[in-house]
């Protein structure tokens, strides 16, 4: 299938490769289905979440490693239902990045108190809304 997106043009992508978000994410509730993508490189930092449905939605992520953080999320039962998650070991934490201040490359900030819970086996994920943020730094 095509699809537009707002950073690579034209994008030709396998149907398996969709991650579903049966809930939607914060302000793109409409926005169900995306597709990571990521600049040529060996080892890229930053991916891009892409709504399939819509050109203009997309946002960076990052692995909550590259900032140095490790996860401690508990998930409900009705989250591992959704997520469709058998192993925790197929759970990827992700984190939205977003630039403060949009003239510059610096200032980049993360949402940390609304990670990506994805079961990378399946292409499903939600956005755990954390009232407490239980952070480590990673070694």
Partial sequence: MEIQTSHFGTQSINESDVLTFPNGLLGFEEHTQFKLFH??????TVHWLQSVT???????VVSPVELGLEYE???TDEDEVLLELDDINDAQVILIVYK?????NANFKAIIRAPLVINTKKNIGLQK???QVAINEAA
Avoid: A, F, R, Y
Wanted: glycine share 4%; charged share 30%.
């Fill in 39 to 44: 600049e040529e490189s060996s080892n890229p």
């Fill in 54 to 60: 819509g050109d203009q939605v997309s946002m960076s």
């Fill in 73 to 75: 999320i508990m998930l």
């Fill in 100 to 104: 403060q201040d949009e003239k510059t």
């Fill in 129 to 131: 809304h954390l009232e």
